[in-house]
């Protein structure tokens, strides 16, 4: 399936989590946030919060500097 992250498509497997595609991409630590069709994913919830074609992901990390 299709999967629009931080506006780029990705191929993603139909059973994914918001998890397994954080893994993925490399995504590690607590240092980012993550909502998935505009709705905040609590980090907690990110195993259990399955993907379906076409959703939008936005993961959004702090940006240290001024």
């Known amino acids: ?8 498509t990705i191929t993603a497997n139909e059973s994914d989590t918001v998890a397994e ?18 709705y905040f994913v609590p980090r907690g919830t990110y195993g259990d ?8 992901l936005d993961i959004v990390a702090p940006v240290v500097g001024g």
């Open 1 to 8: 399936m299709q999967l629009l992250v931080n506006g780029e």
């Open 21 to 38: 595609i954080l893994q993925k991409l490399g995504y590690t630590g607590e240092t980012f946030a993550v909502a998935c069709n505009g």
């Open 49 to 56: 919060t399955p993907l379906k074609a076409g959703d939008n």
